[in-house]
């Protein structure tokens, strides 16, 4: 990562375009949710995703906060200004953050600026960063169910962990990595494992979503392995909401 992004991002002088992705009920082609995903403006303009910065491992952890705090505040200011739709909206959420007293202080300012019922909000965490305490990670999840949120994971399949997590937290969605999804029309394993887990989901009446669905192919598969909702490039790619400059910084103590 370059140094000059870091410091432009936690200088305050950057923007944060938060974008969404649509997500489909594969049956009947209509759109159930929408997941928003991390941009950032650089100084030409040009929008870039969050991921990999918050992803380098040589990211100093009190930055990981800071950064993944404000991301979250663009993201709920885009939320305050929706108001079309009944569909749900899948906020991406670093685990590390549930660990920071700046992300339980700014959480109610965030609901309460909502326009539509706070059930409709589901935070989407995977277990690839931070908390690693499954009994901590537990508690996390149901001070957000507390306050009348829904929970996913993100990335199941990614690996061996994913099930534990998944297991554990008992989340109202559970999203399919791309890894089992490509090229899953050449892969008949990946298509008894996708069949599989929707007939579990369906068994525990959870949602389940295939994300990364790029091409025709894979869309026919993972329809006909029973998967109900899927999100992918061929579904629809990310359209940005309106830039939102970074001011101000946000407490992340993770005391």
Known sequence: MQKGILEHLLSGEGAIVPHVQP????????MMAQEYLARHLDAAGVTHPVGPILQDPGLAPADRLALDLRFLDATFAALARHSEGDFLHFVNL???????????????????????????????FTESQGVHDLAALQRYAQKLRDAGLRLAVDDLGAGVASLTHMARLAPDFIKAD??????VHRRPYQAALLNALSHFAQRMCIGFIAEGIETLEELESVMDADVPWGQGFILGQPWPTRPRPIAGPIAASES
């Not at 997500?23 to 209509?30: C, F, G, K, T």
């Not at 670093?94 to 935070?123: H, I, K, N, T, Y």
């Open 23 to 30: 997500m489909y009920r594969l049956r009947d082609n209509r």
């Open 94 to 124: 670093e685990p590390v953050s549930l660990e920071a007293p700046g992300f339980w202080d700014c959480l109610p300012r965030w609901l309460e600026a909502l326009p539509f019922p706070v059930e409709r909000v589901v935070m989407e």
């Open 178 to 183: 791309r890894s089992l999804v490509e090229q």
